[in-house]
């Protein structure tokens, strides 16, 4: 038995290849098959797409088999590699981690091959697929607790070459939002881990986690707008329309832009994703479960900013985030 990662059909092959991305058993869990599809028109640029990497956040993988079911007709040039499902064991659960170690894959690459389950498959993905690829499109949607506008994001990146590169492949999804985060959790995140082999990665994000037919067009509208900028695939680059508007813009958030919830309690928005607002203006209110009499407390907007994300709703405990900011990035 072949004890490292492999595929069971050859990359390089021409025309459409459709196999497994073979990731080895351990003492945890014996050896499984994620599903990959490719299709070589030879020169051209090389790209890989990913959906599933959390398990709770499923317009990825279905974005995946629609590009799946066009791609063989629309493709004209260069290698496209798609596998809907990087975690199949987080997907099936609905659960952000994977249940069997408890880790998020989206924070231990390039993985151990000798680790556990989840580790074995950022191992995998990093030694199998990742060279095979100069591009990287890695399926989000924001979670079940939030509400999110269609966006593309990235983190920052020392190389200013590559964060250029970057924030241009981002635009040409033609989303609401090109995003740069200043995230205070980047270690192990699989476009960290891709940035630092020099690698355009980009992670488009949408939503809260649950399915609708609206989110799924606008999701595949995108995709299909940076297949045509990279000349994958022939057709005309569009706006996305979102909440019946048509604009882009490109948005810087900082860890400090995250406001939190100053106690427990159920939050309830009161704005919107996208509202321009003001200092003192209201986000959302706090209401106390625990006294009929206790006063609810007003969260507002510190200063000029954006709304980028709204909780959705939910019971938060003290110091959990209820809202994100932005700003116009100024390069």
Not at 124 to 140: G, M, Q, T
Not at 198 to 213: L, R
Not at 295 to 313: H, M, Y
Not at 322 to 327: D, E, N
């Amino acid at each position: 038995m072949n004890e490292a990662p492999h595929l069971t059909f050859d990359l390089d092959a021409p025309g459409v290849s459709r196999g497994h991305l073979v990731v080895p058993g351990g003492a945890d869990h014996e050896e499984f098959s994620l599903a990959v599809f490719s299709l070589n028109k030879g020169e051209g640029p090389r790209l890989l797409i990913t959906g599933g990497n959390h398990g709770n956040e499923l317009e990825g993988p279905l974005v995946a088999r629609r590009l799946i079911e066009w791609l063989p007709k629309a493709q004209t040039s260069g290698r496209i590699i798609v596998l809907p499902v990087l975690n199949p064991l987080a997907v099936q659960a609905w659960s952000r981690n994977t249940p069997l170690d408890g880790l998020n894959l989206n924070r231990v690459f390039p993985g151990r091959a000798d680790g556990s389950v989840t580790e074995r498959i950022a191992d995998a993905v990093s030694r199998v697929l990742l060279p095979n690829a100069d591009i990287v499109f890695d399926l989000h949607s924001f979670g079940p607790t939030w509400d999110f506008p269609p966006a593309v994001i990235t983190h920052p990146i020392a190389d200013a070459d590559l964060m250029a590169k970057t924030l241009a492949m981002a635009a040409a999804f033609k989303l609401p939002v090109t995003l740069l985060w200043q995230h205070d959790d980047t270690a192990g995140m699989f476009d960290s881990w891709a940035h630092s082999l020099g690698k355009v990665f980009v992670c488009a994000e949408f939503g809260g986690g649950t399915v609708s037919a609206e989110a799924l067009a606008i999701y595949e509208a995108g995709v299909r707008n940076a297949l045509v900028t990279l000349g994958l695939v022939e057709g005309k680059v569009e706006d996305v329309s979102f909440r019946n508007k048509r604009s882009s813009q490109t948005l810087e958030t900082l860890i400090s832009n995250e406001l939190k919830s100053p106690a427990q309690g159920i939050f309830e928005p009161r704005c919107s994703v996208l509202d321009e607002v003001r200092p003192g203006d209201l986000i959302g209110i706090l209401h106390s479960m625990d006294s009929v009499s206790a006063p609810s407390i007003d969260i507002r907007a510190p200063g000029p900013s954006i709304v980028l994300a709204i909780g959705s709703g939910a019971h938060v405990d003290r110091n959990e985030g209820v809202a994100i900011l932005a700003r116009p990035l100024h390069n």
